[in-house]
């Protein structure tokens, strides 16, 4: 039995040796700057979340991320578990949290009791005729330039010394499923996709993936965004700032997210994803081979990169 059972992902944190520079890329990226609140830099995204981005100064690495748990009591379990307090969070949303280590040394919160805003907007969707089915009637598809509505933290990934040991470490606490489980050869698992428990409401495929390797650093942070056409926009308006894409456009094969990846100022994965596969607790996890993992439906291989 987990500890806390998390509603979803609440926020990134990471440092950057010039915080001017990354709040350059992350608004072009479109995220909103909420400016400097004490030491750290707050970004927030187009849903009512007070924010979901935090860059604090200093040499560049991820520093750890949080987690909305069920309730304060949830917070108290935790505390106690772990030894340690649970804090105010004293941040734009209020609420408290409890701060973690990971077996790698990532700081991991569990949130709760923060106020969300009343300015969150999301863009409404627009029908597509397709498939011989005629949605769109009397009404045009016009997509805005500029960039892309960024509507939601979705997942991050992350590698990790020992798979087994984090992924033991993140299912005792939040009682996080596995929707893949991926090998290097039968019985050499190499990491996993995992998603939140949620009972019969769905979820993402994933909110955390964790893969083995030798040094344990942020591998990528993924953002949902309002669509096809508005992924295809923040695309153009990136490469006019003067950033060069990464790896796509395409569609992964678990998760089923049409992906654009962008690397910050300094050389951080950040993703824009839309369409993505939504699962019950009810699905039984899957073990699938490492050569998938990476691949793609259709679109662009990904570049090589440890």
């Known amino acids: 039995m987990s500890v806390a059972r998390p509603l979803d992902i609440a926020y990134v944190r990471l440092a950057a040796p010039d915080l001017a520079v990354q709040a350059r890329f992350l608004t072009d990226f479109g995220l909103v700057d909420l400016g400097l609140h004490g030491d750290v830099q707050l970004f927030a995204s187009a849903n009512e979340a007070p924010f979901c981005y935090i860059v604090e100064q200093g040499e560049a690495k991820f520093l750890g991320f949080g987690l909305w748990v069920e309730s304060t009591e949830a917070?108290?379990?935790?505390?106690?578990?772990?030894?340690?307090?649970?804090?105010?969070?004293?941040?734009?949303?209020?609420?408290?949290?409890?701060?973690?280590?990971?077996?790698?040394?990532?700081?991991?919160?569990?949130?709760?009791?923060?106020?969300?805003?009343?300015?969150?907007?999301?863009?409404?969707?627009?029908?597509?005729?397709?498939?011989?089915?005629?949605?769109?009637?009397?009404?045009?598809?016009?997509?805005?330039?500029?960039?892309?509505?960024?509507?939601?933290?979705?997942?991050?990934?992350?590698?990790?010394?020992?798979?087994?040991?984090?992924?033991?470490?993140?299912?005792?606490?939040?009682?996080?499923?596995?929707?893949?489980?991926?090998e290097t050869a039968p019985g050499k698992p190499l990491g996993a996709f995992m998603r939140l428990n949620r009972g019969e409401t769905p979820t993402d495929h994933h909110t955390v993936v964790l893969i083995e390797s030798p040094t344990p650093r942020l591998r990528h942070v993924a953002f949902e965004v309002a669509g096809l056409d508005d992924l295809m926009a923040g695309r153009e308006h990136l490469g006019q700032c003067g950033y060069r894409p990464h790896w796509g456009v395409g569609r992964h094969i678990f998760g089923s997210q049409i992906f654009d990846y962008w690397l910050d100022p300094y050389g951080r994965e950040h993703e824009h994803w839309t369409d993505g596969d939504q699962l019950t607790a009810a699905i039984s996890p899957k073990l699938v081979p490492l050569s998938d993992v990476m691949g793609v439906q259709w679109g662009a291989e990904r570049p090589s990169r440890d």
Not at 88 to 116: C, H, K, N, W
Not at 124 to 132: A, I, K
Not at 141 to 165: I, N, Q, Y
């Open 75 to 182: 917070l108290e379990a935790l505390a106690a578990r772990e030894g340690r307090r649970v804090q105010s969070l004293g941040l734009p949303g209020g609420g408290s949290y409890v701060r973690m280590t990971d077996p790698d040394g990532f700081e991991i919160d569990a949130v709760a009791g923060q106020s969300f805003r009343s300015d969150g907007t999301s863009e409404c969707p627009v029908d597509w005729n397709e498939n011989g089915l005629r949605r769109r009637v009397d009404s045009f598809r016009r997509t805005e330039k500029g960039p892309s509505h960024v509507l939601r933290l979705g997942h991050l990934g992350m590698a990790v010394t020992d798979f087994r040991r984090s992924e033991g470490w993140y299912k005792d606490r939040f009682g996080l499923l596995t929707s893949e489980e991926f």
